[in-house]
């Protein structure tokens, strides 16, 4: 299997197991053609790998086994013997578990007609800080929104894999990770919203006249100031983000601990 190296040079935790890796396994910093990336770092890493390398449709999907070196590491393998893992996992010898969960396309027109297009594999938010007020307009495709004027905080939009981030911490519910679902909750707003729902094309625009709204496309690894006039439409889109892991029970252990804690 050929592997590509993804990592943070200022992260100085790193430095030593990065020496270690070019020293021992020096081609994957070269590798030009992967079948899998290598992500050192902890969950925010692994969002910065896919923002990099995973938003081009036009490239077959390609997994990301993560080396955990953050806090939390729960989208990370957590191992000490690295020389037999990276060995095996270059000489096929250890071929790792792929969990695929799905993504969503965000594309925010602006009022000069301009676009911008992301994608997101844990959730898409709007709103800003605790005292702001804004207001939106939201339709969706299927008509479970239409035209519902909302008004407060914010609005999270969450896959199966965000719906155990700010989605769980927000009061929505955790979704199976295989699941073609989405989950849509109401931050402080005139209105409750806590909706489980199939992906849609959903439309959402900004009506705010006090405050400038952002939308955090999977947390502050993309933040976009929006303007009154601008919609943020979200799709669904079928290619998958692909986790490779170890011992996937590991994540699910993981994750169900982390429900657990929050009920």
Known sequence: ?????????????QHLYIKYLKRTFPEIFDEKNPDMYYVIGGDGSMHNAHKKYGMDSAVKSIPFFGKGFGTLNFIMNNYDNDFEVLDGLLHDTIV????????????????????????????????????????????????????LTLKGMGICLSTP????????????????LDSNLWNITDIVCNHNVSDIMTPQEVDITINSNR????????????????EKGYKVKVRNIEDKFKLAFLDPEQFYSKRMKLIQKKR
């Open 1 to 13: 299997m050929k592997i590509k190296a993804v990592f943070n040079k200022k992260d100085e935790r």
């Open 96 to 147: 790792p578990e792929i969990v695929e969960t799905s993504k969503i396309e965000v594309i925010i027109e602006k009022t000069n007609g301009k676009i911008i297009q992301k994608r997101a594999i844990n959730d898409v938010i709007i709103g800003n800080n605790v005292m702001d007020w804004h207001e939106f307009v939201i339709n969706s495709e299927k008509k479970s929104f239409n035209n």
């Open 161 to 176: 894999l965000g719906s155990t981030a700010f989605n769980l911490n927000n009061g929505g519910n955790v979704l199976p």
């Open 211 to 226: 405050h400038r709204p952002t939308v955090y496309i999977d947390g502050a690894t993309t933040a976009i100031k929006l």
